[in-house]
T-cell receptor
Framework: GAVVSQHPSRVICKSGTSVKIECRSL??????MFWYRQFPKKSLMLMAT?????????EQGVEKDKFLINHASLTLSTLTVTSAHPEDSSFYIC??????????????FGPGTRLTVT | GIQVEQSPPDLILQEGANSTLRCNFS?????LQWFHQNPWGQLINLFY?????KQNGRLSATTVATERYSLLYISSSQTTDSGVYFC????WGTGNQFYFGTGTSLTVIP
């Protein structure tokens, strides 16, 4: 199947700093990328949907100024957590989607990034 | 909003036992998938099953879309089956994003 990578796999940063997480589709062009957040022992919560070249659509309750999402190309989306606080510590997962010729969409998930804010 | 509830939330099995995991959803769906999240956090797609029944080895799944539920069957469980199982749905008219269920944490003991 298709491969989606995330970098870094884990990161520790100090409160007040910003951290960027990259999501890449390695062998396909992703028209849409999604960002999810997962708290320990909890489900995945959709944060935002981004389409290449346009602004991301954020889910209700997600601060767009805190979680900056950029989808600059068909293979790369970035999530920047700005002015990080300990409560932003979480597991962040991206997924990338493309449309097959048959018309159906396929979606693949990255391995996740564990963020710890001290 | 969409509700996707899974049961049981936690399950402990002896190796070799069978189990059934359930996923109930509150809206009509155009896509339903079952995932296994391994201990490292990677989501592994098990089944694409918006309706009907599929089997893959020791795993099988059934979705009854009209009654808004899906079942995942694990037979002859192995310790490597441990992890969290999620169902995720896509809803008609709401775009291409998945909405994940609450998850079932499975532990298979030798």
């Amino acid at each position: 199947g298709a491969v989606v990578s995330q970098h870094p796999s884990r990161v520790i940063c100090k409160s007040g700093t910003s951290v960027k997480i990259e999501c890449r589709s390695l062998d396909f062009q992703a028209t849409t990328m999604f960002w999810y957040r997962q708290f320990p022992k909890k489900s995945l919560m959709l944060m935002a949907t981004s389409n290449e070249g346009s602004k991301a659509t954020y889910e209700q309750g997600v601060e767009k100024d805190k979680f900056l999402i950029n989808h600059a190309s068909l293979t790369l989306s970035t999530l920047t957590v700005t002015s990080a606080h300990p409560e932003d510590s979480s597991f962040y997962i991206c997924s990338a989607s493309f449309r097959r010729l048959a018309g159906n969409y396929e979606q693949y998930f990255g391995p996740g990034t564990r963020l710890t804010v001290t | 909003g969409i509700q996707v509830e899974q049961s049981p939330p936690d399950l402990i099995l002896q190796e070799g036992a069978n189990s059934t995991l359930r996923c109930n959803f509150s809206d009509s769906v155009n896509n339903l998938q079952w995932f296994h999240q391994n201990p490292w956090g990677q989501l592994i797609n098990l089944f694409y099953i918006p309706s009907g029944t599929k089997q893959n080895g020791r795993l099988s799944a059934t979705t009854v879309a009209t009654e808004r539920y899906s079942l995942l069957y694990i037979s002859s469980s192995q310790t490597t089956d441990s992890g969290v199982y999620f169902c995720a749905v896509k809803i008609w008219g709401t775009g291409n994003q998945f909405y994940f269920g609450t998850g079932t944490s499975l532990t298979v003991i030798p």
